[in-house]
Antibody
Framework: EVQLLESGGGLVQPGGSLRLSCAAS????????MRWVRQTPGKGLEWVSS????????YYPDSVKGRFSISRDNSKNTLYLQMNSLRDEDTAVYYC??????????WGQGTRVTVSS | DIVLTQTPLSSSVTLGQPASISCRSS???????????LSWLHQRPGQPPRLLIY???NRFSGVPDRFSGSGAGTEFTLKISRVEPEDVGVYYC?????????FGQGTKVEIK
């Protein structure tokens, strides 16, 4: 069974940093691309970043480019999201999700990030 | 960016009756590989989204056959033939034809 378990969320002040992790199990992690998607009551679902199976290719929307960095450790079956220069509008539940083809076929339970002073 | 517009935004349905959700895209969702990357997600209260339908009409593993997807180009539809209690929640269309990946605003389905 595919399992994705996010961790690392919490309360952080504006301008601060946070590193999210996503532990994967139940599948061959190194053969799948992965994405981070966040969800807020106001803006709904928003794609945050993507990474190729070998980690060489990464993608970001303009809203987080230059502030967020996605990476992975295939030896540890773990996906990461380094978030710097956090803003109020980054407050959200962050999900990691597996890419099947170009679609997201499995999602984690999410980790909540709150940016507030 | 591609904008996905869902209608209705909420729907109250009698158990056993059909439901239908539309998703209109601001641009064609046909990828350069020839496939159309429009999928549907379902999110129950307090749960993460889960994939229901991918590439317009393909049911994901374990999805009941009362769910069906159709459409082409920029107009797509999700249909539930007979709504059951576990179908409550929010349904999202999403496109992966172009970067950035985008989502519809969601349609809340409740039981009447």
């Amino acid at each position: 069974e595919v399992q994705l378990l996010e961790s690392g969320g919490g309360l952080v002040q504006p301008g601060g940093s946070l590193r999210l992790s996503c532990a994967a199990s139940g599948f061959t992690f190194s053969t799948y691309g992965m994405r981070w998607v966040r969800q807020t009551p106001g803006k709904g679902l928003e794609w945050v970043s993507s990474i190729s199976p070998n980690g060489h290719d990464t993608y970001y929307p303009d809203s987080v480019k230059g502030r967020f960095s996605i990476s992975r450790d295939n030896s540890k079956n773990t996906l990461y999201l380094q978030m710097n220069s956090l803003r109020d509008e980054d407050t959200a539940v962050y999900y990691c999700a597996r890419i099947m083809g170009r679609d997201l076929d499995s999602w984690g339970q999410g980790t909540r990030v709150t940016v507030s002073s | 960016d591609i904008v996905l517009t869902q209608t209705p935004l909420s729907s109250s349905v009698t158990l056993g009756q059909p439901a239908s959700i539309s998703c209109r895209s601001s641009q064609s969702l046909v990828h350069t590989d020839g496939d159309t990357y429009l999928s549907w997600l379902h999110q129950r209260p307090g749960q993460p989204p889960r994939l229901l339908i991918y590439k317009i009409s393909n049911r994901f593993s374990g999805v009941p056959d009362r769910f069906s997807g159709s459409g082409a180009g920029t107009e797509f539809t999700l249909k539930i033939s007979r709504v059951e209690p576990e179908d409550v929640g929010v349904y999202y269309c999403t496109q992966a034809a172009q970067t950035p990946l985008t989502f519809g605003q969601g349609t809340k389905v409740e039981i009447k």
